[in-house]
């Protein structure tokens, strides 16, 4: 067989279906283990005919069959609402199904890469965030069930390395926006377009003053895939995501710029234990991989809105406003 075997645990959601899509278009063999919790069969549908590509539909906490060369592990709800839906279910994926996906590539050799997250550094005392900070997470708040179980799937894999020479990588990324994103999914950028494209008010949590980097999902899908082929041991974690810090209401203004939307913004009351920083330092990222984002900002969300349209269409009073 040419081409790896590849099991993308996650596959059908948001960069698991992107990340399907390039590796297929390399030559590899694609499984995409997922239950549809927050991923979509409208993601992979084009995917679905592909001779290489198969489709596993179970939780990654449960045994894992088949036989794979490498395993990316994106296995979680990852915006806040939904994570917070069933929050004894996030912790326990990302823990106990981190923990399936290890003992798997312990007993057959598999390369395995796991999809950690910025906010294992919590509300971040340290800025930008370098891989050495060690976070200021709160562990009874409402985000523990992501961001502890973010941590406790690292604790795991650095231990099975130590313990089995487990072959592992760990990429902690930030923010990441783009085409495929589901209208539904609450993340700030998708609801910022939707609603702009809706022509109905934007929902700014808190004051707006809170900051956020944001990376488009090509060029953090490219670091994932980097980071796998990256040659020996990585037994650090790795920061992706793009340094280009922005206030979330600054980042509104810019979509209701780059859309024409009329919409107005609405302030709500802030979200709980909500991050007031973060910015990634790749300097890791750039000096083990070679890698960093290239997509500018605007031609990012521009791409996305565009997708977006397509989805949800422009609300009439928008469209004759226009006219
Ligand atoms: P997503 O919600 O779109 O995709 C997650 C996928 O995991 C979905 O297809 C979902 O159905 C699947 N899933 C959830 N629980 C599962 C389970 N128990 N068993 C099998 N499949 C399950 O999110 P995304 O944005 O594509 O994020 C992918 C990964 O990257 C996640 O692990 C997330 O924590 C991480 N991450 C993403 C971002 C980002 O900005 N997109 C930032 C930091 C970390
Ligand atoms: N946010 C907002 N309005 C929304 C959705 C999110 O103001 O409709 C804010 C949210 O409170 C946070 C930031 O935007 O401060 C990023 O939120 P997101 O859910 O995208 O991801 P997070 O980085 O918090 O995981």
Redesign the pocket.
């Known amino acids: 067989m040419s081409g790896k075997a590849i099991l993308v645990?996650?596959?059908?959601?948001?960069?698991?279906a992107r990340l399907c899509e390039k590796l297929l278009a390399r030559g590899d063999h694609i499984t995409c283990?997922?239950?549809?919790?927050?991923?979509?069969l409208e993601?992979i549908d084009h995917l679905i005919r592909h001779k290489n590509f198969k489709i596993l539909r179970?939780?990654?906490?449960e045994p894992v069959t088949g036989e794979f060369d490498e395993i990316f592990?994106?296995?979680?709800?990852?915006?806040p609402p939904?994570y917070q839906r069933d929050p004894i279910?996030t912790f326990t994926?990302n823990v106990l199904?981190t923990l399936a996906l290890l003992k798997y590539a312990t007993e057959k050799g598999a390369k395995i890469l796991q999809?950690?997250?910025?906010?294992v550094y919590g509300d971040p005392l340290v800025h930008p965030q370098t891989e050495t900070y060690f976070g200021n997470v709160n562990c009874t708040g409402v985000r523990a069930c992501?961001d502890e179980g973010?941590r406790g799937a690292e604790a795991l894999i650095y231990d099975f390395h130590r313990v089995h020479r487990t072959n592992s990588r760990v990429a902690r990324?930030?923010?990441?926006?783009g085409p495929g994103?589901?209208p539904d999914?609450g993340?700030v950028v998708s609801n910022f377009i939707v609603q702009a494209l809706r022509g109905s008010d934007i929902t700014i949590d808190g004051d707006g003053c809170q900051t956020r980097s944001f990376?488009y999902r090509d060029d953090?899908v490219d670091g994932l895939i980097c980071l796998m082929d990256a040659q020996g041991p990585c037994s650090e974690p790795i920061n992706l995501g793009n340094p280009n810090e922005m206030r979330v209401k600054d980042l509104a203004h810019l979509i209701l710029r780059l859309t024409g939307s009329k919409s107005v913004l609405t302030f709500r009351d802030a979200a709980r234990d909500d991050p007031k920083q973060r910015c990634p330092d790749i300097s890791r990222a750039k000096s083990i991989l070679n890698w960093q984002p290239s997509t500018p900002l605007e031609e990012g969300l521009i791409k996305t809105i565009n997708y977006f349209e397509g989805k949800v269409g422009r609300a009439l009073s928008e469209l004759a406003g226009q006219l």
């Open positions: 645990a996650g596959g059908a959601g948001f960069l698991g283990l997922d239950n549809f919790q927050t991923g979509r993601a179970q939780s990654v906490t592990n994106l296995a979680s709800p990852a915006s939904q279910g994926t199904g999809a950690s997250t910025s906010e992501y973010k990324i930030f923010n990441t926006y994103m589901d999914d993340r990376c953090l």
